[in-house]
């Protein structure tokens, strides 16, 4: 009775290790992980848990591709060394949908090359881009109704395991690593005050800083967690916004900063009559000249006598007199307050005073010839002309044939070779030239 009741028991035993073995779980898990916002090449492990060998497996995923974008697969670090013989699938990132078929021997003389049973095997790895958004996300192993889109482990036969796997999906948490601004230090003042953030993110990529709309100067402080800003110029008193922004997103408090003084920079709107002579009267149009006693004006970077027209609260005329410039053409005109400056580079169009003139043409007759050549010896050597035909350096130089800043028997030489043997033409070219001082002689 006692050898009976033992060999029922072992019996017993026997039929319920069988049974753990048979309802053993296989089992394929998506790895969860946190990633920063709008990271690129993450990765993320397909894992699978195993009661028996497999010779092939395939996984099906869904996924939301507003959150996430799949932009490779490879093989996992259980199943690389195996180099299976068979290993490919589909991704489409549009629909948001993943499948994947790996199968270890397609020939015979690896027929039994398998996947040993064992837990937490990495058998494939995705890499992925995650959005710009934060939040969690999931990623779905799912058995389809498409051809392929099942998640599947095979014995050597081609057969399912038994009990399929069961599935563990995965959820992908984007952390939101945009700045955030929790606490001002010294927010007030007029511009130039230097005053203090606190929050966190600010040492992302990319940072900005911008308070009553404008660029602001900052630094990231030691801890990373502070951001000391210097505040720009603004029109208006009273709170501003405060926007700070990497590429990770933007953090704004609409009275970030409050000024208590307002910093307004002149604005040329217009410029009226604005070409001729030095002494020649125009007329500029400007924002912010609220202050006649801070008003200072300059044209060509000459100081340039003014006054401020009656009349208009925000824009107001000056009439300006033009400066000597000692020069013609565009001329910038500038105009400042105790807070900045605007500037106009076509401001004033100064009128050329002189003549077009040829280079090396000695006796001004509009072409240059052997009359030239004649006309600067005569004036070196017999004092005939008595002058030349401009006075002034610039007139000067028309004569100096060769650029050696003197005029003399080389020059009246040069001139010849150049007409008669081919030499090198005037150090100042052979295009007619402007020239203060000289008449208009140039065909």
């Known amino acids: 009775m006692g050898k009976t009741r033992c060999i029922q028991l072992v019996a017993i035993v026997g039929v319920l290790i069988a049974t753990v073995s048979v309802m053993a779980a296989n089992n394929f898990e998506v790895t969860g992980r946190n990633i920063v916002q709008a990271t690129t090449g993450a990765e993320i492990s397909i894992r699978a848990d195993l009661d028996q060998d497999i010779h ?31 290993s490919a699938g589909v991704v489409d990132n ?89 606490t001002f230090l010294n927010n007030s003042g007029g511009s130039g005050t230097v005053f203090t953030i606190i929050g966190s993110n600010f040492e992302q990529p990319d940072l900005t800083v911008r308070v009553c709309g404008n660029d602001a100067e900052h630094e990231v402080l030691a801890n990373g967690q502070s951001l000391q800003v210097t505040a720009p110029r603004c029109a208006t008193v009273g709170p501003a916004q405060v ?46 000249l609220s202050d006649p ?33 000692g020069s013609g053409g565009w001329a910038e005109v500038e105009v400042c307050n105790a807070f900045g400056c605007d500037s106009l580079t076509e401001g004033f169009d100064y009128d050329i005073v002189g003549g ?23 004036h070196l050597f017999v004092g005939r002309p008595a002058e030349l035909p401009c006075e ?25 070779i150049y007409l008669f043997q081919g030499g090198s033409p005037h150090a100042e070219g052979v295009e007619c030239q402007i020239v203060a001082g000289c008449p208009n002689a140039c065909n």
């Open 56 to 86: 092939g497996f395939s996984v099906s995923l869904n996924f939301d591709p507003d959150d996430i974008t799949i932009t490779s697969v490879r093989l996992g670090s259980a199943v690389s060394p195996l180099e299976p013989e068979f």
């Open 94 to 182: 549009e629909t948001g949908q993943f499948s994947h078929g790996v199968v270890f021997a397609l020939s015979e003389d690896r027929i039994n090359t398998r996947l040993q049973s064992a837990d937490d095997l990495e058998v494939l790895v995705l890499v992925v881009d995650v959005s710009n958004t934060p939040g969690s996300t999931t990623i779905d192993l799912v058995n389809g109704n498409t051809p392929g889109r099942l998640n599947v482990m095979t014995d050597g036969q081609g057969n399912s395991v038994s009990p399929g796997p069961s599935l563990n999906d995965g959820t992908i948490n984007i952390i939101d690593m945009a700045p955030r601004m929790d």
């Open 243 to 288: 926007e700070v922004c990497t590429v990770r997103g933007c953090a704004r408090d609409s009275a970030g900063f409050n000024y208590t003084v307002a910093d307004i920079a002149p604005i040329i709107t217009s410029v009226i009559s604005n070409s001729g002579r030095a002494g020649t009267i125009f007329f500029v149009d400007a924002r912010n």
């Open 293 to 325: 006693a801070a008003v200072t004006v300059k044209v060509c970077g000459v100081d340039a006598d003014f006054r401020i027209l009656p009349g208009g609260a925000v824009l107001r005329t000056l009439q300006i007199t033009a400066p000597d410039c």
């Open 356 to 378: 077009r003139f040829l280079p090396g043409d000695c006796n001004s007759d509009g072409s240059l010839d052997l009359s030239d050549g004649v006309c600067l010896l005569s």
């Open 392 to 416: 002034g350096a610039s007139a000067a130089r028309m004569n100096d044939y060769n650029g050696d800043s003197n005029v003399d028997l080389s020059d009246g030489v040069a001139v010849l």
